[in-house]
T-cell receptor, first 114, second 112 residues
Framework: EPEVTQTPSHQVTQMGQEVILRCVPI?????FYWYRQILGQKVEFLVS????????KSEIFDDQFSVERPDGSNFTLKIRSTKLEDSAMYFC????????????FGEGSRLTVL | DQQVKQNSPSLSVQEGRISILNCDYT??????FLWYKKYPAEGPTFLIS?????DKNEDGRFTVFLNKSAKHLSLHIVPSQPGDSAVYFC???????????FGGGTRLMVKP
């Protein structure tokens, strides 16, 4: 069964460092997303991406965040200068249709900022 | 932000009995609702959904009920199985966007 894969599974970084989280969405999907879950809190939407551009973003997704689809398979989330409060589980997801809500999530990348 | 709320952080039921997970929402613009299941160390997995034009959707052991006037939905699992033990998230989608709003989750434990 096709799946969304994410790397790394866990990254520890120092505050102020840049971090790139990588995702390989399901190959025939066209819509890509990043969500995050801070420990003990809700899963929160960060950004959606379609046709090589951001289609929607939340207030969390400020100038420190960026997304890119550098080639035909990878979808990345970059945090330019990490803060302690960026520590969370980051989930990548993809879907083949928009406005469906039926997303396929990866296993997540745990980011720990020290 | 409490647009989608799951008031029970945990629920324990006996194998073979019914599990009922509840969810409330406040945003009238939500028109599509979903339940996701999450096992430890895995991402959320889509389980079942319901459009706001319906009041019930059934898929095998899983049924979702929607009461629009009360802004309430529930997930029924019957019969419950130990493999159903997981965290269940309610989520909602509004008619303007492509963004899921999640509840806080309910941890279901099904005892053999």
């Amino acid at each position: 069964e096709p799946e969304v894969t994410q790397t790394p599974s866990h990254q520890v970084t120092q505050m102020g460092q840049e971090v790139i989280l990588r995702c390989v969405p399901i190959s025939n999907h066209l819509y890509f997303y990043w969500y995050r879950q801070i420990l003990g809190q809700k899963v929160e939407f960060l950004v959606s991406f379609y046709n090589n551009e951001i289609s929607e973003k939340s207030e969390i997704f400020d100038d420190q965040f960026s997304v890119e689809r550098p080639d035909g398979s990878n979808f990345t989330l970059k945090i330019r200068s990490t803060k302690l409060e960026d520590s969370a589980m980051y989930f990548c997801a993809s879907s083949h249709r928009a406005y469906t809500g039926e997303l396929f999530f990866g296993e997540g990348s745990r980011l720990t900022v020290l | 932000d409490q647009q989608v709320k799951q008031n029970s952080p945990s629920l324990s039921v006996q194998e073979g009995r019914i599990s009922i997970l509840n969810c409330d929402y406040t945003n009238s613009m939500f028109d599509y609702f979903l339940w996701y299941k999450k096992y430890p160390a895995e991402g959320p997995t889509f389980l079942i959904s319901i459009s706001s034009i319906k009041d019930k959707n059934e898929d095998g052991r899983f049924t979702v009920f929607l009461n629009k006037s009360a802004k309430h939905l529930s997930l029924h699992i019957v019969p419950s199985q130990p493999g159903d033990s997981a965290v269940y998230f309610c989520a909602a989608l509004d008619n303007a966007g492509n963004m899921l709003t999640f509840g806080g989750g309910t941890r279901l434990m099904v005892k053999p």
